[in-house]
């Protein structure tokens, strides 16, 4: 984990959830190069606006901040320039799911080979506490004073609906089991999604609310190659599951779009150094 940790200084509040999720993944990205799996080189992060976009800070690989909402499209673009590449982008609640939700569908529609960890607090959290499309009714913020009267999506439901060939859900509470289902979504071909539900300490502190709910369906006999299985479980509100709900393989859109091909070796790169020296 040493080889991918950055002199960048943390600035995450104290006790923040996103601790859970950067240890996983960090430990993810060793398993795969200690392996011989990917490269440091091979490996590219990407994230959006929010308090989960730091994570391109605190880890030690090529790296991409996105706009908001537009986690996905560069990420495919990275994609299907150079297939040897191990993609995985992060994004929050908000940047998934109000303005970057069309490029989320079709990324997952055309089963881009690509992995998107989604950082779920339900609530704006950098901008101080505002309603995302996963807030739950009632709960109050700065722009919904008197409770969220409008009915939260269902990011499960949403993924499964579109087509996605590896959905999940984790528990940054649970480090040892959020690694273990990225480390599978991340070996997947096609397009992995994980919702990975967490409490913001600072303006919306539900652990204490949803750890008794919380179980791992994997451990139940769920069959994940079945989808009306995986959206009856997706439905659950009385308990909470998280572990792999659906897992199938479909031909990734890149290898249908280029076959072999690896555009980055086509054509050479060209220096952006005359671009740069304006700003310079």
Known sequence: MRDFDSPAKNTWCPGCNNFGILAAVKQVLAELVNSGEARPEEIVILSGVGCHGKISDYIRVNSF???HGR?????MGIKVAN?????????GDGDAYAEGISHVVHAARRNLNMTLVVH???VFALTTSQVTPTTKRGFRTKSAP???FEAPLNPLHLMLSCGATFVARGFSGDPRHLRSILMEAVRH???SFIDVIQECVTFNPIKEKYLPKIYDLNKEGHDVTNFSAAWERASEVERIPIGIFYRVERETYEKQLLGERILAEE????????ALQEFI
Do not use: H
């Not at 986690?71 to 990420?75: F, G, H, Q």
């Open 65 to 67: 901040y996105c706009l």
């Open 71 to 75: 986690t996905v499209p560069p990420a």
């Open 83 to 91: 297939q040897r590449l191990k993609i995985i982008a992060f994004s």
């Open 120 to 122: 779920d607090n339900e």
């Open 146 to 148: 008197k409770g969220s």
């Open 189 to 191: 071909r096609g397009f």
């Open 267 to 274: 054509k050479p790169i060209p220096s952006i150094k005359k």
